[in-house]
Structures are given as C-alpha cells and as structure tokens.
C-alpha cells in the first residue's frame, strides 16, 4: 500500500536486447521484443515469461516515448 504522497510509477515500454553487446552488434544488435513494466528487473522476468531470450541472455532498456 502506498504512504501519503507516493505514486505509483507508471509502467513503461521496454525494448529487450541481447546482453553481450559484442554479440549484439554482431548480429545488428536486433530489438528482440517489447514488454511494458514498471521496472528493469520487472522487464527482464516479463520477457522471460513470454518466452524472449537470447544465447547471451537479455536486458531492458526503456523505450522513448511515442516508440
């Protein structure tokens, strides 16, 4: 439950990528999908749960607005 002043962040688009970055670049350092959360961490475990991944393993990174 929130306290007296905090907000609920909103969740946020996240495009998931290859972690090794060499790897990525390799490949065109292709988004591998799109998950909305309201964090990093929370992004990853969505995409894992929807089946996202990648031989070096995924990370999130947010989205511009209007993406």
Request: hydrophobic share 35%.
């Amino acid at each position: 439950m929130k306290g007296p002043g905090r907000k609920a962040r909103a969740a946020v688009r996240w495009g998931i990528y290859h972690r090794e970055r060499e790897f990525a670049r390799e490949v065109s350092d292709p988004c591998l999908g799109v998950v909305r959360a309201r964090s990093k961490g929370k992004a990853e475990a969505n995409a894992q749960r929807k089946g996202i991944s990648g031989p070096t393993g995924i990370w999130a990174y947010p989205l511009e607005k209007g993406s």
